[in-house]
C-alpha cells in the first residue's frame, strides 16, 4: 500500500513539474512571436514602407506657410501713383504658449502701443486657442522691437498694407481693399484678380508646439500682381475736386459730381463726388461719402437734352437753324398738364430756343417731329444705355420705350424729363456731340492704341448744334454766360430739374446742370457737372454749374496746353510765334 501510494506521488509531483515547464515553454513562446511579429513590423516598415513613415513624420513638422504676393499699383496715366502695396509686419501669437508667461505681458502692450487690460483679456479670451491677432499692419521697426522682446508665443510674418496717395480725391474711383488686400470698392474691386497676383508658397519645420524651427525651401515663388494704368490725370482731378468742393460750400449745397472726357479717345480725364472720404483713414468711411454719385446715382438731365432734341428736328428735314417758333405767352396746355418757360421769347429761331432755354418751343418742335425720332436720338448718345466702363454697381439710366408716344410723353422727354441718366452718360452724350457725332466709347483705362468709332449723329448736324451752343455760351441773352473761358471758344447748355419723391416733384429741391465741350473750333474736352440740392444763392444751373465749369475748363485748357481759339488777333500772333520759338 505504502509503494503504492509513493508511487502516486511521484506521479502527481511528475505532473505538477510537466505542468509548470509547460505554461513557461508557451509564455517563453508567445512572447517570443511576438517579438518576432514586432521586429518583422519594424524592418518592413523601414525598408518597404519607409516613404510612408517619412510623410507621416513630416506631417507632424513640416509646414507650407503662404508667402503673400505683392498687389499691383493703380497709377494715373502719367504713372502717378493712385494705390500701392507697402510691406509690413502681422503679429500673432500662440495664447497656449503665451499664458505661461504672464509676467511679460506688460512689455508686449507697451511695445505693441496697447493698454495692457485689454491685451490681458484679450489673451485670457483665446487661452484655449493655438492663434490670436494681436496687431496687423505694423511698421517693419515696431515688429523688430516686439521680436526683440524675445517672448514665448510671440510670431511675426511679413504681409502688405495698401495705402492711397491722392487719398479722398480719388477714393471713389480707386476705391479700396479689406485687410486681406482684397478689392471692396472701385477698380480695387472691379480689377480684383488682375491686381491680386497669386500667393506663394514655403516649406518649413515645426515644433510640437508650432514654433518654426527651420525654413527649408521655397516651393512656389509669389507671383506679384499686374500694375493698372487708369485714363484720368492725376492733376485734372486735383483741379475738379477743388472746384466741385468750392462749389458745394458755396452754395451750401448737398453732394455734386463731375466727368472730364477726351472727346477723341473716350478716356475719362476726371470723375470726381464731393462729399468724399480717405481710404487711408477708415474712420471717414460712409454710405453718403462712399457712393460714386457720377457712375450710380440718376436724375433727371432737364434742359442739358435739349440740343439733342434740336438735333432730332435738324435731322428729319423739317426744321432748319432759321426756322422759328412762336412761344406766345410762354404757357403750353398738353391734356391736363401746362409746360411753363421761365422767360417768356415771343418768336424764337433754333439757337434762340437754346438760349431762352424754352420749354414751350422745344416741345412744339419734338411734338412736330415726333416721339420716334428724338427718343432714338436720345438712345444713339448713350442714354439709356450701358457705358461698358465694368464698374461695380454702375447704373444704365432708364430710358423708356412706348409702343406709341404720347404727346405729353414727347413734350416731357424734349426738354430732360420722363428718363434719367448719369452724369457719365450725359458727359458722353456732349462728348459725341463735340466729335461730329462720332460716339466712342468711355473707359477708365488709359488708351494706348486707336478707340473704337461708331458714327451716331449726322457729322454737319453736329457742327451745326455746337455752334449753337457756343451762342449760349458767348451771346448776350444766352443762359451759359456764366460758362465762359477766356481764350478758348466753348460750348454748353445749363439745365435746372426738380427732384423726385414718392409722391411727386418737390418744390423747393432742384440739381443745377451744367454740359459743354471746349474748344469749339477743334473740341478736346467734354464736361458735365451736377450739383445736388444747392440751398443758398441760387439753383438755377447757368448760376451755380456754370461757374465751375468755367474755371475746371480754363484750367484742364492750359493744363494739356490746348491752342487758345478766341485771343484777339495780336495777341494770337505773339502765342504763334512763342510756340514757334519753344
Request: proline share 5%.
Amino acid at each position: 500500500m505504502k509503494k503504492v501510494t509513493g508511487v502516486l506521488a511521484t506521479l502527481c509531483a511528475a505532473y505538477a513539474w510537466l505542468r509548470v515547464r509547460w505554461r513557461f515553454g508557451f509564455a517563453l513562446s508567445v512572447l517570443f512571436a511576438l517579438a518576432i511579429t514586432v521586429s518583422g513590423r519594424i524592418a518592413w516598415l523601414h525598408v518597404v514602407r519607409h516613404d510612408f513613415l517619412a510623410e507621416q513624420g513630416d506631417k507632424r513638422s513640416l509646414r507650407h506657410v503662404p508667402i503673400s504676393a505683392h498687389r499691383g499699383s493703380i497709377t494715373d496715366r502719367n504713372g502717378e501713383p493712385l494705390a500701392v502695396s507697402t510691406p509690413m509686419i502681422t503679429l500673432w501669437a500662440n495664447p497656449l504658449e503665451l499664458v505661461a508667461d504672464e509676467e511679460r505681458w506688460p512689455e508686449l502692450a507697451q511695445a505693441l502701443d496697447a493698454k495692457p487690460d485689454a491685451l490681458a483679456g484679450r489673451i485670457r479670451a483665446n487661452a484655449s486657442r493655438s492663434f490670436m491677432y494681436l496687431e496687423r499692419g505694423v511698421t517693419p521697426e515696431q515688429g523688430a522691437r516686439v521680436a526683440a522682446l524675445g517672448i514665448a508665443g510671440v510670431y511675426q510674418r511679413e504681409e502688405f498694407k495698401r495705402f492711397y496717395p491722392a487719398a479722398e480725391v480719388t477714393a471713389h474711383l480707386v476705391g479700396l481693399t479689406d485687410v486681406d488686400e482684397k478689392g471692396r470698392e472701385g477698380i480695387e474691386l472691379a480689377y480684383n484678380d488682375w491686381l491680386a497676383g497669386v500667393p506663394g508658397k514655403r516649406r518649413v519645420l515645426q515644433n510640437r508646439k508650432g514654433q518654426i524651427i527651420a525654413d527649408i525651401q521655397v516651393v512656389q515663388n509669389a507671383k506679384a500682381g499686374q500694375a493698372v494704368a487708369l485714363s484720368i490725370d492725376l492733376r485734372l482731378q486735383y483741379l475738379a475736386h477743388r472746384e466741385l468742393q468750392r462749389t458745394i460750400q458755396e452754395f451750401k449745397a448737398k453732394a455734386g459730381s463731375l466727368v472730364m472726357v477726351d472727346v477723341k479717345t473716350g478716356e475719362i480725364l476726371a470723375l470726381v463726388n464731393y462729399p468724399t472720404y480717405n481710404p487711408n483713414n477708415r474712420a471717414t468711411y460712409s454710405g453718403e461719402g462712399s457712393r460714386n454719385r457720377a457712375l450710380v446715382d440718376v436724375f433727371e438731365p432737364g434742359s442739358t437734352v435739349k440740343p439733342f432734341t434740336i438735333a432730332a428736328a435738324l435731322d428729319s428735314g423739317r426744321w432748319h437753324p432759321s426756322s422759328t417758333v412762336d412761344v406766345g405767352n410762354g404757357r403750353m396746355m398738353i391734356g391736363k398738364y401746362t409746360i411753363k418757360d421761365v422767360s417768356r421769347g415771343g418768336v424764337l429761331d433754333l439757337t434762340g430756343v437754346l438760349k431762352k432755354s424754352s420749354n414751350v418751343a422745344v416741345s412744339k418742335i419734338a411734338l412736330d417731329v415726333g416721339g420716334e425720332p428724338v427718343a432714338a436720338v436720345m438712345q444713339q448718345v448713350g442714354f439709356g444705355i450701358d457705358t461698358g466702363l465694368g464698374f461695380p454697381g454702375e447704373s444704365s439710366g432708364v430710358f423708356p420705350v412706348y409702343p406709341r408716344w404720347r404727346s405729353v410723353e414727347t413734350a416731357a422727354m424734349s426738354y430732360g424729363y420722363g428718363f434719367s441718366v448719369t452724369t457719365a452718360q450725359l458727359a458722353h452724350a456732349y462728348a459725341t456731340l463735340g466729335n461730329n457725332g462720332i460716339s466712342v466709347p468711355l473707359t477708365l483705362l488709359r488708351q494706348d492704341r486707336a478707340a473704337s468709332q461708331t458714327p451716331v449723329l449726322n457729322p454737319h448736324t453736329s457742327q451745326v448744334v455746337l455752334e449753337m451752343l457756343r451762342s449760349v455760351v458767348e451771346d448776350e441773352g444766352g443762359g451759359g454766360a456764366r460758362a465762359r473761358v477766356p481764350g478758348y471758344h466753348v460750348a454748353g447748355k445749363s439745365g435746372t430739374a426738380k427732384k423726385t419723391t414718392g409722391r411727386g416733384y418737390t418744390e423747393d429741391s432742384y440739381r443745377s446742370l451744367f454740359a459743354g465741350v471746349g474748344p469749339v473750333s477743334e473740341p478736346r474736352i467734354a464736361l458735365a457737372i451736377v450739383i445736388d440740392e444747392p440751398r443758398e444763392g441760387g439753383y438755377f444751373g447757368g448760376l451755380v454749374a456754370a461757374p465751375a465749369f468755367s474755371r475746371i475748363m480754363a484750367g484742364t485748357l492750359r493744363l494739356l496746353n490746348v491752342r487758345p481759339d478766341n485771343l484777339p488777333e495780336s495777341m494770337a500772333q505773339n502765342s504763334t510765334q512763342q510756340r514757334g520759338r519753344s
